[in-house]
């Protein structure tokens, strides 16, 4: 295996065609990730296909190096991380403040937070990466992704035989062109379904049976695990086999309906608010368990500030200048200064002197500060539970809570401010403001993890770190216009931008809906607060459950995947499940063969697992983007389906149809990952 590249070394880093190569790959997997974000409420980590894909293009040009390669895929990985600011942006929309994504200022929001997020990280990156043991699984898999790709073009270059079969490029096409066609089938030309669901009743209970023919959920489910997968299903079970049944047992039928519309109205009112409340202590739960080393991160973070780190001067060793950083902080502040202004201005602009901005220095101020604590504490938490594991949904609570409660009390100061346009001016100003909290937030789990990559195969962290904010920069670009096409076409939960659309076909946006429903009950004493505290209730029972699991430690309940069981509407969660159950079938597998051929059964399943995580990111990048083309030939028509060639008499033949080919692409992905094992 390649050693690190020596401090001595000068190879090419950050190049021209690096950089064009990385912002294509960044614009592929920010549309998928911001597409698979809003759908499901997840995003996929986008590492380790970058460089895959860099690694598969820049071979064929001289001079391609893997530290090279690793600027690619750090450029590129801003694609998983900034595309979480769809966790609260929708909720504008939501609310009826924005009846589209302003270019200009989503694409500031983004970039100055996603920037902000790189900033604030680098004073960290000697005592998180360089001295400390935090594991950082996905920095540590992305450096072995690069080393056994870079082994394997240099033995090629000395004329040995290429290894035949071997997991790459065309792992991620052949996924990305199975999930496309399968989507155009299914919501292009309709002649396949996009789901099934079963309703059982007994008297006036009703239950429901379902799942989705998602293959880029497949993919994301797959990626997940089966700890998180059983977690989501009983999730699924306790909110469509326990809360519905009971609730609809005791209520009344309204005249004409029927008791499966009577039981989704009751899971969308109220049992979505019990998986609201299990999210939110589950969250507190994780940030409360991490507290100490959050505590660690943010004090390190400050000593650096300080100037009390350590100074080197080895290639391997050199961060961006503390006169560069503390330029671009200044006047990123002034930029949210700006932005602010605007968006506060533009709403009501009748608001002057102290009352103005005052409101834009609380809301500025709280971003910047705030941002820089929560950086820190994210730091540690990739560090520790990985970038995908990572909280970021407790952190957009925990931040739309207390940008909320300020508004308020500084709002109250300014007669009429909380009054203004029904209240919905400062719900807006709380969820713009917490924008850009998870940006940083999410922009920090990342940076950590590039520069431990980095770290790994000796690349110089100054370049890392002016990759990703071009990667920021490119990230920011992409994802307004791609909100507004995914808007136009589908619609979010609660926010339909045309009458007479289907509010099932509605992208659920799970988290932003939780945050505007959090900011909403806050100004306006309104949430459900007996279905949350259940859910609070819920979710405390469920952490002891999994505290007693890690104590024997043979298994665990993670607390927040129950929540979005609960939360996601069952097409969703199941198809999840499915992803994992896959993933588990796999598993077993790989170990019975390893074990019958006598071998480690970890070298033995290396590769088949990274043809599996290709496959994987292949579905969700091919399902996303065709999703994204369906919805630009929808708002381009009108119509909610310009391609469709059967009508709705169809629809039972399509049902079984697409639980046909469905169940044949799932046995045709675990075929392949396992066909791909040598003993």
Not at 9 to 37: D, K, M, P, Q, W
Request: charged share 10%; aromatic share 8%; net charge neutral.
């Amino acid at each position: 295996m390649q050693e690190r590249i020596p401090d001595e070394s000068n190879l090419a880093e950050l190049t021209v065609r690096g950089l064009i190569l990385g912002a294509l790959i960044t614009v592929v997997f920010t549309a998928s990730n911001v597409y698979l974000g809003l759908k499901v409420g997840l995003t996929f980590a986008s590492s380790i296909p970058a460089a895959v894909i860099s690694m598969a293009v820049l071979r064929y040009f001289s001079g391609s190096n893997i530290l090279e390669n690793n600027m690619v895929q750090t450029q590129a990985s801003a694609a998983g991380t900034l595309s979480s600011i769809i966790f609260i942006l929708p909720g504008l929309l939501m609310i009826g403040y924005w009846s589209g994504f302003p270019f200009w200022q989503t694409a500031a929001i983004c970039s100055i937070g996603g920037i902000l997020g790189v900033l604030y990280t680098i004073p960290l990156r000697r005592v998180m990466v360089v001295q400390s043991s935090l594991p950082y699984p996905e920095g540590v898999a992305a450096a072995e992704i690069l080393r056994v790709g870079s082994q394997d073009e240099e033995e090629e270059k000395a004329g040995k035989p290429a290894k035949a079969g071997g997991p790459g490029l065309r792992d991620i096409i052949a996924g990305g062109v199975v999930a496309a066609a399968f989507s155009l089938l299914s919501s292009g030309f309709k002649v396949l379904a996009e789901g099934f669901s079963f309703w059982i009743t007994a008297g006036q209970a009703a239950f429901r049976l379902s799942t989705g023919f998602s293959l880029a959920l497949v993919g994301a489910g797959y990626l997940m695990g089966i700890t998180a997968g059983i977690a989501i299903l009983i999730g699924v079970v306790i909110a469509w086999g326990v809360a519905v049944p009971l609730l609809s047992v005791n209520s009344v039928l309204a005249a004409g309906q029927s008791l499966p519309e009577l039981a989704t109205k009751l899971w969308s009112s109220q049992v979505r608010f019990l998986g609201a409340g299990t999210i939110g202590i589950a969250a507190l739960w994780t940030l409360a368990t991490l507290f100490k080393p959050m505590v660690q991160g943010v004090w390190s973070s400050l000593s650096a500030v300080r100037g009390r780190g350590e100074v080197s001067d080895l290639r391997t060793e050199q961060d961006l200048s503390a006169k560069w950083i503390v330029a671009i902080a200044g006047f990123l502040l002034v930029a949210l200064f700006v932005v602010f202004s605007y968006f506060l201005g533009e709403a009501a602009p009748d608001l002057k002197g102290f009352g103005f901005w005052g409101l834009v220095a609380v809301c500025v101020i709280f971003a910047f500060f705030f941002g820089f604590l929560i950086a820190a504490a994210c730091g540690y938490m990739a560090g520790l539970v990985g970038s995908s594991s990572s909280p970021i949904s407790g952190i957009g609570i925990i931040a739309v809570i207390l940008v909320s409660l300020l508004i308020l009390g500084v709002g109250s100061l300014e007669t009429g401010f909380l009054d203004q346009q029904g209240g919905k001016l400062a719900i807006a100003l709380a969820l713009f403001t917490t924008s850009v909290v998870i940006a940083i937030a999410a922009i920090s789990n990342d940076n950590l993890q590039d520069l431990k990559t980095g770290y790994l195969v000796g690349a110089t962290p100054w370049r890392q770190q002016v990759a990703l904010i071009v990667g920021c920069l490119v990230g920011a670009l992409v994802i307004p216009p791609v909100l507004e096409l995914l808007f136009n076409a589908y619609g979010f939960t609660g926010a339909l931008p045309r009458e007479g659309m289907d509010p099932n076909a509605a992208l659920a946006a799970p988290q932003a809906t939780l945050m505007t429903a959090i900011a909403s009950g806050i100004f306006h004493n309104a949430l459900n607060w007996n279905m949350i505290l259940i859910g609070v209730a819920l979710g405390i029972a469920l952490i002891l459950v999994d505290v007693l699991l890690r104590r024997t430690g043979k298994a665990s309940l993670p607390v927040l995947a129950v929540g979005l069981g609960i939360y996601l509407p069952p097409t969703i969660g199941m198809t999840l499940v499915v992803g994992a159950v896959i993933g588990w079938l796999l598993e077993t597998a790989l170990a019975k063969r390893a074990a019958a051929a006598g071998v480690d059964a970890e070298k033995f399943s290396d590769e088949p697992r990274r043809r599996g995580v290709l496959l994987a990111s292949g579905l969700i990048v091919g399902e996303s983007l065709m999703g994204i083309l369906l919805a630009a030939i929808i708002g381009t028509t009108g119509s909610a389906s310009p391609l469709a060639l059967v009508g709705g008499s169809f629809e039972d033949t399509a049902q079984w149809l697409g639980l046909v080919v469905f169940v044949a692409i799932c046995v045709l992905f675990y075929r392949k990952v396992l066909g791909g094992t040598r003993g």
